[in-house]
Nanobody, 118 residues
Framework: QVRLVESGGGLVQAGGSLRLSCVAS????????MGWYRQAPGKQRELVASITSGGSTNYADSLKGRFTISRDNAKNTVYLQMNSLKPEDAAVYYC????????????WGQGTQVTVSS
């Protein structure tokens, strides 16, 4: 089994920063793409950012410049640095990973809540 565990969420004032982390553990041959999604109440889950094992990144257009995704392949960990947070960034943030075991399959974390006060 593969487990993804997020951390780093919490309450922050508008304009502040948070850094989310997600660690993958279990029987893992390799991890292809890792990413962050978010879901606000009443809205669909949306892609925030993703990163390949080679370091290529993809961001939601509206978040470019404020959010930065990175990863440490040796630690099976992906990070999301969030700066200049806005109230509309408040959501549950989910980690996602495409894991080879060796069959490829997507896994999700349980989510971490981010709340931004105005």
């Amino acid at each position: 089994q593969v487990r993804l565990v997020e951390s780093g969420g919490g309450l922050v004032q508008a304009g502040g920063s948070l850094r989310l982390s997600c660690v993958a553990s279990g029987i893992i041959f390799s991890i292809n793409t890792m990413g962050w999604y978010r879901q606000a109440p009443g809205k669909q889950r949306e892609l925030v950012a993703s990163i390949t094992s080679g370091g290529s990144t993809n961001y939601a257009d509206s978040l470019k410049g404020r959010f930065t995704i990175s990863r440490d392949n040796a630690k099976n960990t992906v990070y999301l640095q969030m700066n200049s947070l806005k109230p509309e960034d408040a959501a549950v943030y989910y980690c996602n990973a495409l894991v080879a075991r060796p069959d490829l399959r997507y896994y999700w974390g349980q989510g971490t809540q981010v709340t931004v006060s105005s």
